[in-house]
C-alpha cells in the first residue's frame, strides 16, 4: 500500500510549494547512491519520494490527491511507472541538472560505512573488555595498486568518451526532455582504461579482503551502543579515504542481574524465619559472593542496596563512582512441615499480637491467624 505522499516528504498538508521542494531536494541528496553506497534501498526510498514530489509540486494533481487520495489520481489516469523515469539515475538528473553524480565519480570518492556486531556479557561490560572482530571490506587490489591494469602494461584514453569520463544523454521527464551528463559506462568516469585488465580485481583496482582488528569495549557501555573506528571501513576510491567500521555492542543477559542505568538489581531468597529474625547472608555481585545484612523484621520485596556493586558510567570522571547493586528480598515461606516444625509454627503464632506487624493498617490480621490455627 503507497504511503501517504506528506508522510514520504516529511511536511504538513498545509505545506507551501517551496517546502515541498526543500523537502524533496534534501531527501534527494540523502538518498543519492554516492552517500549511500551500502544502502541497498536507497534508491526505492527516493523514487518514492521523486513519486510524492511529482504529485505535490503540480497544482491539479496535489488537489486532486488532497480530496481523494491514491485512488483519485489513479482514476485520473496518474501512473508513476509511466512517467519514463527509467532509473535512480535519471531522476536524480531529471531535478538537478545531473552534475552531482558525475563530478563524485571523476574526483576522489571516500569509500562506505560497514557495520558489525559483537556479543560481550555482562561483566565485559562492566569493567571493558578487547574484542577481535572479523568482518569482509573492499580494499585496494594490491597487485595492481589500485589501477586496474596488469603491472607492465599500459593505461589508454577511453575512447568511448575522449577521456572526459562523461557522456550526454537525453531523458524524458514530467518538465520535458532534459539534456543530462552520465558517467561513460566503458571507463565508469575515468577517462581511462586498462589495455589489459588486472587478474586480480578484473580491472576494478579493488577487491574484497577480510580484516581483523581489535575494538576496546569501554567499561559502562549499554546493550545496543554502537563504537565507530574512522578510516577502518571500505576503501575509497581514486584517493578518496576510507569509510568507518561501526560495532555495534550487544550485551548479552545475565541471569541473576537486572540492569538499571548503571544499578544492577537481583534477588535474595530469604527464609521466612530469618527476614523476622535478620541475618547475614551472600548475594551474587560481579565483583563474587559478598555478604549482605538482613535487618530483622525484611518484609517482602524490601530493598538493601550494596553500594558501588553496579556498573561504572560510561563516561566516568572523578566524581561518578560505580552504580549499586539493589538485592530485593524475596521472603520465602515454608513448605511440607513435619508435625514437630507445625507445632512450633503454632505456638508462635498464638504469641503473636498485632504489635508485631510494621504496618498499624494492618491491625487484626493476627487475630484471624489465630483463629485459624485454634489459638
Same mark, same amino acid.
Given at each position: ?25 534534501r531527501l534527494a541528496r540523502e538518498l543519492h547512491p554516492d552517500v549511500n553506497r551500502e544502502d ?65 565519480? +571523476?574526483?576522489?570518492?571516500? $569509500? ?34 589500485? +589501477? ?24 524524458? @521527464? !514530467? ?12 571507463? $565508469?568516469?575515468? $577517462? ?119 556498573? !561504572? ?7 561518578? @563512582? ?7 528480598? +524475596? ?24 504489635? +508485631? ?19
Amino acid at each position: 500500500m503507497a504511503r501517504d505522499y506528506y508522510d514520504v516528504l516529511g511536511v504538513a498538508r498545509g505545506a507551501s510549494d517551496g517546502d515541498v521542494k526543500k523537502a524533496f531536494r534534501r531527501l534527494a541528496r540523502e538518498l543519492h547512491p554516492d552517500v549511500n553506497r551500502e544502502d541497498p534501498g536507497a534508491e526505492e526510498r527516493f523514487k518514492e519520494a521523486a513519486e510524492a514530489y511529482e504529485v505535490l509540486s503540480d497544482p491539479t494533481r496535489r488537489a486532486t490527491y488532497d480530496r481523494y487520495g491514491h485512488e483519485g489520481l489513479r482514476q485520473g489516469g496518474y501512473s508513476p511507472a509511466a512517467e519514463g523515469f527509467g532509473s535512480f539515475a535519471d531522476i536524480f538528473d531529471a531535478f538537478f541538472g545531473g552534475g552531482f553524480a558525475g563530478a563524485a565519480r +571523476n574526483g576522489p570518492v571516500q $569509500g562506505g560505512d560497514v557495520a558489525v556486531s559483537v556479543e560481550v556479557d555482562l561483566a565485559e561490560a562492566a569493567r571493558g573488555a578487547s574484542v577481535e572482530v572479523s568482518y569482509r571490506a573492499v580494499a585496494r587490489c594490491e597487485r595492481c595498486k589500485g +589501477n586496474g591494469a596488469e603491472p607492465g602494461t599500459p593505461i589508454e584514453t577511453c575512447e568511448r568518451c575522449g577521456g572526459q569520463g562523461r557522456l550526454q544523454a537525453v531523458t524524458r @521527464s !514530467p518538465f520535458g526532455q532534459v539534456v543530462r551528463t552520465v558517467a561513460c559506462d566503458v571507463c $565508469g568516469g575515468d $577517462g581511462r582504461v586498462a589495455r589489459t585488465p588486472c587478474k586480480v580485481c578484473g580491472g576494478e583496482g579493488r577487491t574484497t579482503a577480510e580484516r581483523r582488528v581489535s575494538v576496546d569495549i569501554p567499561a559502562g557501555i549499554a546493550d545496543g551502543q554502537r563504537i565507530r573506528l574512522s578510516g577502518r571501513g571500505h576503501d575509497g576510491e581514486r584517493g578518496g579515504p576510507a569509510g568507518d567500521l561501526y560495532v555495534l555492542v550487544r550485551v548479552t543477559d545475565d541471569e541473576r542481574f537486572v540492569r538499571d542505568g548503571d544499578d544492577l538489581i537481583t534477588v535474595l531468597d530469604v527464609p521466612a524465619p530469618l527476614a523476622a529474625l535478620g541475618a547475614d547472608l551472600e548475594v551474587d555481585t560481579l565483583d563474587g559472593l559478598e555478604s549482605v545484612h538482613v535487618p530483622p523484621g525484611t518484609q517482602p520485596h524490601d530493598e538493601l542496596r550494596l553500594r558501588g556493586r553496579g556498573l !561504572p558510567p560510561l563516561r566516568r570522571t572523578a566524581s561518578h @563512582s560505580r552504580g549499586d547493586l539493589r538485592v530485593v528480598v +524475596n521472603v520465602v515461606i515454608p513448605r511440607r512441615l513435619d508435625p514437630e516444625q507445625r507445632e512450633l509454627l503454632q505456638r508462635l503464632a498464638g504469641t503473636l499480637s498485632d504489635d +508485631n506487624l510494621r504496618e498499624p493498617e494492618h491491625a487484626g490480621v493476627f487475630s484471624k491467624l489465630r483463629r485459624a490455627f485454634g489459638a
